[in-house]
């Protein structure tokens, strides 16, 4: 091996020198040495990768034959060569980039998801430094800047990526290599307006989500020093230690964080002078300029005495690098304004940074938005405001529409600190709440809402025309006025209570919902674009929301106008989106109504006041909605329940409805997030019945004994579905066995077989069906888990809605499955659980939806059981609903 590796190093030498002819003279040589690429032994492939990089440089012509052996050794087992492969690259890279080929950058985006932290590192720092020399220093012309644009995209993807390491290293690289803090204002904010102008979807995404952590950080180090402040007490001193497990997770080794954390605890509480240039960093007021000066100074004094290694510096430094604001300050929103303001007036030099003009009107303002929710008081300036009032009256509706949500979310101390801007802001507002298109009017009045004291009088002043002028067979001049009033009715419920609820009872019910003044276009389609969706449905579908955010607004169900809402609601679900049941309606808009119906539910659910008053047959009917005939209901209801769930905002049991839907990525999350809140709130073990995943199993149990496809008891077939539908649920919860959770979900299971279904104790089938369920879930937990039969570390409190308490003088031991039933359980451990496998595709039959209409109808009928769903008691039920 040695003789092997001074045989390579004397040839690397001969073939790299500057004018050395030698692999053109001696081709079958020079193919025995590239062999060496492949050679056994790893400081031989290692030699031969590293002098890539001077044969890169110096024989250009050679790059070819290199691509395909530096291919390969992109992907060695062993990790010192897959980093030099990308130092040899990017070296060349620098010198000049076309001695790289696109293959040969593509090894260097490949290792950006390297399994090795120091291989992403090399990879992602090598892009952006070819990044700022070829794209922000335009070093070798457009073409080059043009070869290389990807690089800005793939290095902001990377903060998806979970690892607290490569966010943070992305943060450092926009910091210095893409947008670099240390450019003078106009310069640096010109390179963010164009940046931000020429990013895909996904990359600003990534970007709004760095500036939203690093907002979010900021609060909490305030919040810190805010409780540091305080006289010291128990309680401080606990909110102190919550605080810093908090921010400790916002760094890299959160073990020695931890420990770090604590010490510049103590240091803050100690030495009052670095304490107040950290609460000069993270005031909302500071400047970029002060930011770099406290910055300065907290290291300075940290770093004394001198050390050759200091360890905590690095993190503390880590910390202040995150929530400086290095980039955003008042001068900075001005200069960006002032840029938009060029592209607005024809001044800009869009052309030639490669950006058609509105589209950097779009991005600049797009970009304004975002910074308007991270740094508010940034914005506070007459020059700002006035910009933003020009915007107001453009034609671009994106740009008016962003324009609104700034000033919504900036606007806080216009009335006393710029009574000009609110003198020319008042009417244009005015204007667009009631003749604007339907989101600026929402704005609109959400802007009216957060600016002025006076807002009872604006609301009056644009509620009471809108209100008379309603006419319900001019559908093109309603859809305004709904978004408008149902804004009004969610903002200022008590103000207008009389009007509104004859307004929803009249208007609303009796004249647009149970009202089809047109027939709809014959097709055998089930969804069409939203400019081929019938006026009138369109307002249909406001009139839905429109009653959704009035009962927001009033957050309370003492008029019943709640329980006749979800009735109504129902009632469209259960009719197939065809409420008056005449025939009028088309496919699509039927489609497009029982999305509204699905949604608005589960919008009203997560108020609790609502949700105590779903009963359970709305809330099975409603679950139905995710086994749609039509794809796109399935999937846009299924990216609102997860919405819903993963904001924590939604009850568990809503969370079960996944358990319908086998192949729908959202519960993975869920079950993350609800895992996570609870790690991070230790306290909340009140709540544990509301959050703990593993609770949401007799949900699924119940929900599943109550699936309209279940119909005999004992079908194989119908078996193997339940089957798999918990499967679903329970592949998840039991990929980890967290505290003893297999023994938990054991206990839970035998309980809810001592109870009896609280929808209908006396029903022999309801509790059949539900035993079999629980039969199914326990012989799952067995064939997957060797732990279940351990002791419950807790015992199990089951949801008294869904059943009845547990009878301790009956042991319910009977087995309710078939005997062939055994076969279908196949022992093995679940696997872990992957969110970026799984793709919400189309279903493969059609859904649940696809079922007989009457057996959907089975649900709905047990909510009264007096009247056939489908006889005219039902529609005695629907005027009730305008009665009530």
Not at 249 to 273: H, I, S, Y
Not at 331 to 349: F, H, P, R, Y
Not at 395 to 421: M, R
Not at 502 to 529: C, E, H, Q, Y
Request: net charge positive; proline share 5%; charged share 25%.
């Amino acid at each position: 091996m040695e003789e092997r590796l001074q045989v390579v190093k004397l040839l690397a030498k001969m073939f790299g020198a500057k004018d050395s002819e030698l692999a053109s003279q001696n081709k079958p040589l020079w193919q025995c040495y590239l062999g060496r690429f492949n050679d056994i032994h790893v400081p031989i492939r290692l030699e031969c990768v590293k002098f890539a990089s001077h044969c890169l440089m110096n024989h250009p012509d050679l790059a070819k034959d290199l691509t395909e052996y530096l291919k390969v050794r992109s992907h060695d087992p062993e990790e010192a060569i897959r980093h030099d492969v990308i130092v040899s690259i990017v070296t060349a890279a620098k010198k000049d980039l076309l001695l790289v080929n696109d293959h040969l950058l593509n090894f260097v985006r490949e290792r950006t998801l390297d399994k090795r932290w120091r291989v992403r590192k090399e990879a992602m720092m090598g892009l952006a430094q070819i990044y700022k020399k070829y794209s922000l220093q335009s070093e070798a012309g457009k073409e080059a800047a043009k070869q290389i644009s990807w690089i800005k995209d793939k290095l902001l993807h990377i903060y998806y990526q979970n690892s607290i390491d490569d966010r943070l290293l992305v943060e450092r690289i926009f910091a210095q290599y893409m947008v670099p803090h240390n450019l003078e204002t106009n310069e640096r904010m010109k390179c963010l307006y164009y940046l931000y102008a020429t990013l895909d979807s996904n990359a600003v995404k990534a970007l709004n989500e760095m500036w939203k952590c690093q907002n979010l950080l900021r609060h909490q180090v305030k919040d810190l020093v805010d409780l540091i402040k305080q006289p010291k007490t128990d309680a401080s001193s606990k909110a102190i230690f919550s605080k810093v497990m908090v921010i400790t997770r916002n760094l890299p080794d959160p073990g020695k964080a931890q420990d770090f954390m604590k010490k510049f605890t103590q240091v803050l509480e100690d030495d009052e002078k670095i304490r107040s240039q950290l609460e000069m960093l993270v005031s909302p007021t500071c400047s970029c300029k002060q930011a770099e000066g406290c910055v300065r100074e907290i290291t300075k004094k940290l770093g004394n005495p001198k050390q050759p290694t200091n360890p905590f510096l690095e993190m503390i430094k880590f910390l202040l690098e995150r929530i400086a604001p290095v980039h955003i300050d008042t001068e900075s929103i001005s200069a960006l304004i002032k840029q938009v303001n060029k592209s607005i007036d024809g001044t800009a030099d869009d052309e030639d940074e490669g950006v058609p003009t509105d589209q950097a009107i779009r991005a600049g303002l797009e970009l304004l938005k975002v910074l308007s929710f991270t740094h508010p008081i940034s914005f506070h300036s007459a020059e700002t405001f006035e910009s933003l009032l020009a915007c107001l009256k453009m034609d671009d509706e994106k740009v008016a529409e962003a324009a609104l949500q700034i000033f919504k979310n900036t606007g806080s101390k216009i009335e006393e600190d710029f009574p000009h801007i609110r003198s020319a802001l008042l009417p244009v507002l005015h204007h667009k709440a009631k003749k604007g298109p339907p989101r600026q009017a929402k704005y609109a009045i959400h802007c009216i809402n957060a600016i002025f004291s006076s807002k009872e009088t604006q609301f009056a002043q644009i509620f009471e025309p809108l209100h008379k002028s309603l006419d319900p067979s001019n559908f093109e001049h309603l859809i305004t006025p709904l978004v408008t009033i149902g804004h009004i009715a969610m903002l200022a419920p008590d103000q207008f209570a009389a009007p509104l609820k004859s307004l929803v009872a009249t208007f609303i019910v009796k004249d647009l919902l149970m009202n089809d003044r047109l027939p709809g276009k014959k097709t055998t389609k089930l969804w069409v674009p939203d400019e081929e969706v019938s006026p009138e449905t369109l307002v249909k579908i406001q009139a839905i929301k429109m009653m959704v955010r009035w009962l927001l607004g009033m957050k309370n169900n003492h008029s019943k106008s709640g329980t006749s809402t979800l009735r109504l609601l129902t009632t469209i679900l259960h009719s197939d989106g065809d409420l008056t049941e005449q025939g009028k309606i088309s496919k699509p808009d039927m489609s497009r109504l029982r999305l509204a119906a699905g949604s608005a539910i589960v919008k009203l659910a997560q108020e609790p006041c609502y949700h105590e008053i779903i009963t359970l047959e709305q809330y099975q009917l409603c679950a139905l909605a995710i086994n749609d005939e039509c794809y796109q209901v399935r999937q846009i209801f299924a990216q609102k329940l997860h919405k819903g769930l993963s904001r924590l905002r939604l009850p568990l049991e809503y969370m079960a409805i996944c358990a319908l839907c086998a192949k729908d990525p959202c519960l993975v999350k869920n079950i993350n997030v609800r895992r996570e809140y609870l790690k991070q709130h230790a306290a909340v073990s009140e709540k544990l019945l509301s959050l703990l995943p593993e609770y949401v199993v007799p949900y699924t149990i119940h929900l599943l004994a109550h699936d309209p496809d279940y119909v005999k008891v004992q079908d194989i077939e119908q078996l193997k579905d339940i089957k798999e539908c918990l499967w679903f649920i329970l592949e998840i919860l039991m990929a980890k066995n967290e505290n003893n959770s297999h023994a938990f979900i054991r206990k839970m299971v035998e309980n809810i077989k001592q109870t009896k279904d609280a929808q209908g104790p006396d029903d022999a089938k309801m509790n059949e069906k539900l035993y079999t369920v629980c039969d199914v879930a326990m012989n799952i937990i067995m064939s997957k888990s060797t732990t279940y039969s351990l002791e419950s570390p807790k015992d199990p409190v089951l949801p008294a809605r869904y059943f009845t308490q547990p009878d301790k003088n009956f042991s319910n031991t009977k087995n309710y499955l078939p005997p062939e039933m055994k076969s279908f359980f196949t022992p093995g451990k679940p696997k872990a659980a992957n969110v970026l496998g799984a793709v919400n595709k189309p279903l493969s039959s059609a859904g649940k939806q696809s079922q007989s209409k009457s057996s959907r109808m089975e649900t709905v009928s047990n909510a009264s059981s007096s009247s056939n769903p489908s006889s005219p008691g039902r529609i005695k039920g629907r005027e009730s609903y305008i009665l009530n």
